[in-house]
């Protein structure tokens, strides 16, 4: 049988879905997903396998316009290394918005050499379908794509359609990972990516953003999986407010950190975790390298 394999990288603006479709297609909660901007910090690949292909989709960081700080300048470039790789680029917006960050995914495609899907999620935001047409008929004038296809990562709505066009790029070879690979990061990196979700998820949003995850230790037995965590916070004042009144807040992390991981992991989970201050660690590269943020491709 021929084979296909190859890389389809997802960029587009903060919080338009990039991460809820990339889980949704591998079939596991590998990237964090929160409706707040800015939840995917590295590029995360999700690998799907079937008999005669294997799909690599990179899901990236939301390319953004505050690129003042170190962190912010790795997460643009984060998301722009992935294109370098990939055999199509899929460039997600949200129906019925083009901002200017849009403009700013448009301008880093300019010199892409391989084809440009754009896809219109949360469709089902827009109850009004002659208003969807005229947003699409509108979008389709910025640039030469590919295809348009207008989709609900969370409805599931025409998320087969895409899957079937994103094969459709993919260049005759043999496969890259194994067949029962679902992503290329360590356990121990999707399991920071978990416990962060729930960071973005339980802290007001200035927090997160200034927050890190490092697993110090994953114990495995048979019985349970031991993981201590450490949370970076980048400023004194943060320590108190991520542990909360009594460490309500986060035991609240912790336990659904435990939810999270337990469902990844397939195993029951003890997770202890601690809260530290690294003073402007965004904009020291050493300490982002040691925290996995760091150009991976
Ligand atoms: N209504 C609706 N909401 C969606 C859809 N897809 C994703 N969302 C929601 O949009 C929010 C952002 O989703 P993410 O997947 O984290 O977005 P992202 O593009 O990865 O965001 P960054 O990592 O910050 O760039 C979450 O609350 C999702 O549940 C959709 O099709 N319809
Ligand atoms: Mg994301």
Request: overall charge positive; aromatic content about 6%.
């Amino acid at each position: 049988m021929t084979k296909k394999c190859g890389f389809v990288s997802i960029v587009g603006h903060p919080n338009v879905g990039k991460s809820t479709l990339l889980n949704l297609l591998v079939g596991y909660k590998i990237s964090a997903i929160a409706n707040k901007p800015q939840t995917t910090r590295t590029n995360i690949r999700g690998i799907i396998t079937e008999d005669n292909y294997q799909l690599i989709l990179t899901d990236t960081p939301g390319i953004h316009q505050r690129s003042g700080n170190a962190l912010n300048q790795v997460l643009n470039k984060e998301a722009v290394a992935s294109l370098e790789q990939a055999d199509a680029v899929v460039m997600m917006v949200e129906a019925g918005r083009w901002t200017a960050e849009d403009d700013l995914v448009i301008s880093r495609l300019k010199h892409s050499q391989c084809p440009v899907l754009l896809l219109v999620n949360k469709v089902d935001m827009i109850k009004d379908k002659t208003k969807l047409l005229a947003y699409l008929q509108k979008v389709s004038g910025q640039r030469v794509f590919d295809d348009i296809i207008p989709m609900s990562a969370t409805k599931q709505i025409n998320t087969d359609v895409f899957l079937k066009k994103a094969v459709s790029y993919l260049p005759m070879g043999d496969f890259i990972y194994p067949a029962d690979y679902i992503t290329d990061k360590p356990v121990k990196d999707i399991c920071s990516e978990l416990i962060r979700e729930q960071l973005v998820i339980y802290l007001h949003q200035e927090i997160p953003y200034t927050t890190a995850v490092n697993i110090e230790k994953f114990e495995e037995t048979e019985k349970i999986t031991t993981i201590h965590a450490t949370i970076w916070v980048g400023k004194k004042g943060q320590k108190g407010i991520v542990i909360g009144k009594k460490g309500a807040t986060l035991k609240r992390i912790g336990s659904s950190g435990r939810i999270a991981l337990e469902e990844f992991l397939d195993a029951k989970v003890m997770l202890k975790l601690w809260v530290k201050v690294e003073e402007h660690w965004q904009n020291n590269p050493r300490h982002l390298g040691e925290l996995g943020i760091t150009r991976t491709t």
